[in-house]
């Protein structure tokens, strides 16, 4: 009488091989499911983007979330997609903000500035003054109209193509202010 034959047993994971999450593709997938389920017009998404845009340009850290709900409560504009917005801001795009923020700034302030300041971290800059804390503020939101803008428009017409219902064609929102 043959024995049975131990069961068979899927290699197990190397342990040096790390869960990376999500692919690429995945994240993408998840974006634009986030962005079809808002509700609303187009413009109204659109607002909330534009303005979630805005406000991760600004050096406004770590109120960037509440700045944009304010705002887009304010301007009418979707809150969801305002903090959808403010995901603009991440580790990798902060510093080149900051940085941009306090050029473009010290170019338009009639105060004397240091022309360089050593980004340590964004409490520097801040211990370098009201002054350079005033540069950078100006110069986010120079710096944060374009942005939005492109934002504004891109979130639209992603909204028209998604939902194809009608409005887009003829530029009446669906909702009552």
């Known amino acids: 009488m043959d024995s049975p034959s131990p069961p068979t047993q899927a290699p197990s994971p190397k342990p040096h091989l790390v869960d990376a999450g999500p692919s690429w593709q995945v994240r993408l997938r998840r974006g634009y499911e986030r962005i079809r389920r808002l509700q609303g017009d187009p413009h109204y998404v659109a607002m909330g983007m534009g303005i979630g845009v805005f406000v991760a340009v600004t ?4 109120f960037h979330t509440i700045i944009a709900v304010a705002l887009a409560f304010i301007l009418r504009g979707s809150k969801p997609a305002a903090i959808i917005g403010v995901w603009f801001s991440n580790p990798v795009t902060i510093p080149l903000l900051y940085y941009g923020s306090y050029k473009v700034g010290a170019l ?10 050593p980004y340590e971290s964004i409490t520097a800059m ?3 003054g009201a002054d350079v804390t005033l540069a950078m503020m100006l110069g986010g939101c120079v710096l944060g109209i374009l942005p939005a803008l492109i934002a504004y428009s891109l979130t639209w017409r992603l909204v028209c193509r998604l939902r194809k219902d009608g409005v887009c064609e003829t530029g009446l929102p669906t909702s009552k202010l």
């Open 59 to 62: 050096p406004t850290i770590p």
């Open 126 to 128: 801040l211990d370098l």
């Open 108 to 117: 338009l302030m009639p105060v004397d500035l240091p022309a360089e300041i």
